[in-house]
């Protein structure tokens, strides 16, 4: 791989917003590494005795990164305007998410008697000792916001301590029971057994008013068939939680990807669950998606682990084929920076520099690169083209009956794997078909379809991931757009663009891999 030399760092910097940033920082000092943690706001938590070999930024923010896995330059700023620069070989985002009553969307306005669950949660023995004697507490979960198993699980567990006073009258109204979560649904039982009155609406909603100093609950009982009313002492509401009030800046500065609701770690069956789409990359805790503290826990412990992997890998990786640049051939466009899903492609002096650590092999590069410039070691041009000629020649020049010519250029993360599958399984294919691996649906560039067809083949077809599984995270997508601007140029040559077909299976979809091909030769068959 063309490009400096890598100094490989062993510094692990952890970006945290919280007491939880110290957790997962003495998890990764605690294997051996050298921590630096940076955290946005000031907490009594994290003091210079529980430090230990943690260098502690407090508080700092993530101003820029430069480089990659292995050689991360980092700017940390703080509130004075002075910056700290450091070098890490990874980085961990530890970021909490927010929560928010949710009392503006019941439209309630500020009293005391209305709570949210981790204000009663912080200390319940205080909340209870300010309850009068026969006094009534509703809990609400969902209805203006989604609800979660754990949340709902401190539900049951707070609700079933204060009905143990015997006194007390306590009330659970939920919208949905979310039981997946390990023992919800037995905290619920024991709750019930306490004497807590659990209420679960299908169609409809209660009404919180305010009534003068008075609130009252009003709803439709479905299960009496009537309307109960009265005015509890206390409501206690469910939060909602929100995106880390830095994940926008974070997302900008680490060329990391959120979600449509602004957490960390966009959708990807490959980024699940501490991954992110970038190598040395890590997200862990609520910042990324709502989960409960235990499983906070149990990514602190996770993630120290893979970060050991990593760094510890990061040799071996070095010594692996992946990308070279032929200088002389680039036309300094960056076009190859620019569509890098991995972000293993950085720019210096204008030109295009690759990161043997955090490239995946993808391609992508490779297909967008006008000038020919790029090669991927794993899957060089020549070798394709060859591998494509050998497959064509072998079962055209050996054929002679009524069946179709089809090439299938599969991706080796899906649609390769499904095609082992239905052979391993013996399933019938109705036509002459050659299976050619490709790294990435990505990898497809339109000197390969146009050599395929050269050669005589009578389909073409592109199998990649489906679109929101992509292991390159837009590998499947890019490769989509390619084939539909080849589309025009087929046409444009007088070559039926249906010839040219693009779809995406899954990797154990061995029937779907026979069916597709089956159906597309009976199409060929007919014409």
């Known amino acids: 791989m063309n490009g400096k030399e890598l100094h490989i760092s062993k510094n692990v910097l952890v970006l945290g917003n919280s007491s939880y940033g110290y957790q997962v920082a003495a998890h990764v000092r605690d294997n051996g590494y050298p921590v630096i943690l940076s955290i946005t706001e000031p907490s009594d938590y994290i003091s210079d ?19 990659g896995p292995g050689d991360f330059k980092v700017v940390l700023g703080f509130g004075d305007g002075s910056q700290a620069r450091r070098t890490c ?13 949710a009392r503006k969307a019941w439209n309630l306005p500020p009293r005391e008697n209305v709570l949210s669950l981790s204000q009663v949660c912080s200390d319940p023995e205080a909340f209870m000792g300010k309850l009068d004697h026969g006094g009534k507490i509703v809990f609400v979960c969902g209805f203006v916001q989604n609800s979660y198993s754990f949340t709902q699980r401190q539900v049951a567990k707070i609700a079933g301590t204060l009905a143990k006073r015997p006194d007390l009258h306590v009330y659970v109204l939920m919208e949905h029971f979310k039981v997946s979560e390990q023992g919800v649904e037995k905290q619920i039982r024991r709750a019930r057994d306490q004497g807590v009155v659990f209420v679960k609406f299908s169609e409809s909603r209660p009404d919180i008013l305010v009534n003068g100093d008075k609130i009252v609950i009003k709803y439709y009982d479905e299960g009496l068939g009537g309307w109960v009313e009265f005015s509890p002492d206390a409501v206690v509401l469910e939060e909602s939680s929100y995106p880390p009030p830095e994940a926008q800046v974070l997302s900008r500065a680490l060329e990391v990807r959120l ?11 490959h980024n ?4 992110c789409n970038r190598t040395g990359v890590f997200v862990v805790g609520s910042g990324k998606g709502t989960i ?6 149990t990514e602190a412990k996770a993630v120290a682990v893979e970060v050991a992997k990593l760094l510890e890998g990061f040799e071996d990786a070095l010594g692996q084929p992946s990308i070279n640049l032929e200088k002389k051939k680039c036309a300094i466009c960056l076009t190859c920076y620019r569509v890098c899903p991995h972000r293993a492609i950085s720019h210096r002096n204008r030109r295009p520099e690759f990161s043997p650590l955090a490239c995946k ?15 991927l070691e794993a899957s060089r041009r020549e070798d394709v083209v060859a591998e494509l000629k ?3 020649h072998r079962f055209i020049k050996g054929t002679r009956d009524h069946l179709p010519h089809i090439v299938v250029l599969a991706c080796q993360n899906s649609a390769y794997d499904a095609y082992l599958l239905a052979r ?3 399933l019938d294919i109705q036509a002459h078909t050659g299976v050619v691996k490709i790294p990435c649906g990505g990898r497809v560039d339109s000197e390969t379809v146009l050599k395929a067809f050269a050669n005589g083949i009578d389909c073409v077809m592109v199998l990649a991931c489906p679109h929101d599984s992509c292991k390159s995270s837009d590998g499947s997508m890019a490769c989509s757009q390619t084939i539909e601007v080849l589309h025009e140029m087929l046409e444009e040559t007088g070559i039926d663009a249906g010839r040219l077909i693009f779809d995406t299976l899954g990797p154990g979809s061995a029937m779907e891999f026979v069916d597709l091909v089956n159906q597309v030769a009976k199409e060929l068959e007919e014409r």
Do not use: H
């Open 292 to 297: 409960s503290e235990a499983q906070s826990k």
């Open 361 to 375: 092999r993808c391609g992508m590069c490779v297909a967008v690169c006008p000038m020919n410039a790029i090669e």
């Open 89 to 101: 070989g990874c980085i961990i985002v530890a970021m909490e998410c927010s929560w928010v009553s």
């Open 259 to 269: 979600d449509n609701q602004g957490f960390f770690q966009a959708d990807s069956l």
């Open 272 to 275: 699940l669950p501490i991954y």
């Open 424 to 426: 391993q399984r013996g």
């Open 49 to 67: 005795e529980k430090a230990g070999e943690i260098e502690i930024l407090m508080p700092s923010v993530l101003v820029d990164v430069k480089g």
């Open 390 to 392: 050998g497959v064509t």
